[in-house]
Nanobody, 120 residues
Framework: QGQLVESGGGLVQAGGSLRLSCAAS????????MGWFRQAPGKEREFIAA???????YYADSVKGRFTISRDNAKNTVYLQMNSLKPEDTAVYYC??????????????WGQGTQVTVSS
């Protein structure tokens, strides 16, 4: 069994930045595609970014140009740099790992989530 632990969430003003981290407990996660999802109150969980095991990034249109996903396989960690944050980015952000870049259900591993709140 593996584990994903997110960190870096918090409260930020609109226009500000945050960097989320997702630490994987096992080196085998380096062979997984990694992704970030978010869930706002009353809404379904949505995909926002993914990075393949080889480093190719993918983004949802809602965050393209503002968010950057990256991974450091030596540290078993995936990052989500979030710039130009908007109040509508407020959500619980989840890290995920999956063997399929499509991240179709059921996803192999989920983190516990970290809250991001953007004030206007």
């Amino acid at each position: 069994q593996g584990q994903l632990v997110e960190s870096g969430g918090g409260l930020v003003q609109a226009g500000g930045s945050l960097r989320l981290s997702c630490a994987a407990s096992r080196r085998t996660f380096n062979t997984y595609h990694m992704g970030w999802f978010r869930q706002a109150p009353g809404k379904e969980r949505e995909f926002i970014a993914a990075i393949s095991w080889s480093g190719n990034p993918y983004y949802a249109d809602s965050v393209k140009g503002r968010f950057t996903i990256s991974r450091d396989n030596a540290k078993n960690t995936v990052y989500l740099q979030m710039n130009s944050l908007k109040p509508e980015d407020t959500a619980v952000y989840y890290c995920a790992a999956d063997r399929r870049i499509e991240f179709s259900d059921p996803i192999d591993y989920w983190g516990q989530g970290t809250q991001v709140t953007v004030s206007s």
